[in-house]
Nanobody, 114 residues
């Protein structure tokens, strides 16, 4: 499975970005997809997850600001990020969870300026 993430960039605090991640996995529609992020000097942390059935979950740090969604016809998962804060600055990675293992994309960098 190969994942291609895109959509990162530089945005001012309070702004929005939408990340996309295309998966080559043939069972995309039934697999759970997730977004993680890793800020400089910090551990990678989970920011959003969506199951094959569409159930979503978020940690408190992004709940109400970030929205994960998926388009199974396009094998794509999205992360809509609103009300961005400087502390959201990180490299964002998508993850494809399957019975055969977990797969990671290459990451897309998000920088939020104050």
């Amino acid at each position: 499975v190969q994942l291609q993430a895109s959509g990162g960039g530089l945005v001012q605090a309070g702004g929005s970005l939408r990340l996309s991640c295309v998966s080559s996995g043939s069972l995309f529609s039934i697999n759970t997809m997730a977004w993680y992020r890793q800020a400089p000097g910090k551990q990678r942390e989970w920011v959003a997850v969506i199951t094959g059935g569409g159930t979503t979950n978020y940690p408190g740090s992004v709940k109400g600001r970030f929205t994960i969604s998926r388009d199974n016809a396009k094998n794509t998962v999205y992360l809509q990020m609103n009300s961005l804060k400087p502390e959201d600055t990180a490299v964002y990675y998508c993850q494809h969870r399957s019975s055969g293992g977990d797969y990671w994309g290459q990451g897309t960098e998000v920088t939020v300026s104050s």
